[in-house]
């Protein structure tokens, strides 16, 4: 099965599959590219997934970034 790419921006913020374990399940885009650079909005944790992780992972958005 295919995982549908999803058009993403600088400064989205994300909902993910599961929460991060400080209890948020919010993600900010700070990095586009071959990986997806996300920093946690609850404890400011950065972490970094590849383009078909972070697809399989995306549940929606919260707030777009700027255009």
Sequence with gaps: MAVPITPIRLGDVVRLKKPHPCGTNEWEV???????????????????LERYEFDRRFRGFIRRGEA
């Design 30 to 48: 700070t990095k586009l590219g071959m990986d997806i650079g996300l920093r946690c909005t609850g404890c400011d944790r950065k972490v970094r």
